[in-house]
């Protein structure tokens, strides 16, 4: 089986974040697809097959992280998308059939891709004790993000707090379904992002994801709502950092990115 490891989400390499892409016949066992993925440590590993012709998609994908398979995962889509046009496996919009149901990826004509999913729910909540604590911050709201995301989304005072966050990641592993995310509005748009944000895993394995295409499902709402437009940019201010251009259109938000392949190679095992 060929591998790949893509960045997502930058047009760089050793940017952004970084996914396992696998093209299969089939897909194997889970044990086999978790035992990959633990191996590749990344965040996410996808694996894609493509499907019959005729139906309501033309490729199955299912993403893992070193420790469990999530719902949703926005890099690990893009990098497979990014794969299959590189490789000539796939031509135009591409369907993949998840456990989100169908997502639509489209290459653009700059050479970045858009991927069409579903716009997070958000749902104000009081903040749970000890979250304040175990960020080292006074979040001003709280939000659930539903079903899909399965994150906590909190906004912080400034941009700068979120950048200097040092969370205590044993104590946020104990909130929410599968993580937080930090936000706060940017300081100076002219810098060329709306937002910047922060997103911790550790429940599942990831003490602090790079960049989180399916958070921004989130936050796309979330700042346009605050900001009165549609299309705004996200930093992810992660130390690897990438930006996500978000596009809100009801209960679907378009995200666009790039990607680039830094290896490539045979699995053996």
Request: aromatic share 6%; charged share 25%; hydrophobic share 40%.
């Amino acid at each position: 089986m060929r591998i790949r490891i893509v960045d997502a989400f930058t047009d760089r390499p050793f940017a952004g974040n970084p996914a396992g892409v696998l093209l299969l016949d089939a897909f194997p066992d889970d044990d086999r697809l978790q035992d990959i993925a633990l191996e590749v440590n990344h965040a996410e590993t996808a694996f894609a097959h493509r499907l019959p012709e005729g139906g309501e998609a033309d490729w199955a994908l299912r993403w893992f992280t070193p420790a469990a398979e999530v719902d949703m995962c926005g890099h690990a889509t893009l990098a497979t998308a990014h794969v299959l046009y590189r490789s000539g496996a796939h031509e135009g919009p591409v369907r993949f059939a998840t456990r989100s149901g169908v997502l639509i990826a489209t290459p653009r004509e700059d050479g970045s891709i858009t991927l069409d999913f579903p716009t997070a729910p958000l749902t104000a909540v009081e903040l749970p004790d000890g979250v304040a604590e175990a960020l080292g911050a006074e979040p001003l709201t709280a939000f659930d993000t539903g079903p899909n995301v399965g994150d906590l989304l909190v906004e912080l005072p400034d941009e700068k707090t979120v950048h200097t966050l040092t969370p205590d990641l044993k104590a946020l592993a104990a909130h929410s379904e599968r993580g937080i995310i930090a936000t706060a509005r940017a300081e100076d748009p002219t810098r060329g992002y709306d937002f910047v944000s922060r997103c911790f895993f550790p429940r599942i394995g990831i003490d602090e994801d790079p960049v989180t295409g399916s958070a921004h499902t989130a936050l796309a709402p979330y700042w346009s709502e605050r900001l009165g437009r549609p299309d705004l940019t996200g930093l992810q201010a992660s130390p690897r950092s990438g930006c996500v251009r978000t596009e809100l259109r009801g209960d679907r938000t378009l995200l666009t990115g790039r990607a680039v392949t830094v290896i490539e190679g045979e699995l053996l095992a």
